[in-house]
């Protein structure tokens, strides 16, 4: 009777330690969220290990960029931590070099860590470089592994762009009204 109990108090405490966010079906950007990260787990194979290793993601359903010569992007999106929404997220960023076209795609920030995600909170402005080529819904970009606790994957939408650019990024970050402020 005694390894009954320990074998349903295990199993029990194995279904609520594998929890995964879910979109409110009411919420249309929860939705599209929800969408994003089944759309990019499915396109990029490679990147089920960093959403079953992440502590946390920023999902942006829907980027936007614009680029000839000098271009930009702009997209907004939910925080998550484990498989809760803790907040919101908007991302601009400024290019500069070889670029041409338009493009839309989603894009999933993968944090290892609470330190990882903590600084992503913080908003500090980041410098990229980028290379690529997207073409109609053909195109898709990630990190082979976690640099500095962050993992990124991006899948095209739609557009046709290709590039050879430096950039810099800002990305914000708001807590959902109602969360404490973690004051560590």
Do not use: H
Not at 129 to 135: M, R, S
Not at 158 to 171: D, I, Q, R
């Amino acid at each position: 009777m005694r390894v009954i109990t320990i074998i349903f108090v295990l199993l029990a405490c194995m279904g609520s330690a594998s929890g995964e966010w879910q979109a409110d079906p009411a919420n249309k950007k929860q939705v599209a969220s929800a969408n994003a990260i089944e759309q990019i787990k499915e396109r990029i194979p490679r990147s089920q290990p960093f959403f079953e290793d992440a502590y946390g993601m920023a999902v942006y359903p829907s980027v936007t960029r614009l680029g000839f010569g000098f271009g930009g992007a702009v997209g907004k999106g939910f925080v998550i931590e484990g498989d809760t929404i803790i907040g919101t997220t908007r991302f601009w960023q400024f290019t500069s070099g070889i670029q041409a076209g338009v493009r839309n795609f989603s894009m999933v920030i993968l944090f290892k860590d609470k330190t990882a995600l903590d600084y992503f909170k913080e908003s500090k402005m980041q410098f990229l470089g980028q290379a690529g080529l997207a073409a109609f819904t053909k195109g898709v970009a990630g990190t082979p592994a976690f640099n500095d606790g962050v993992a990124i994957f991006t899948v095209t939408r739609l557009g046709l762009m290709g590039e050879f650019t430096v950039s810099g990024a800002k990305f914000t970050y708001r807590p959902m009204p109602g969360l404490e402020q973690d004051t560590e």
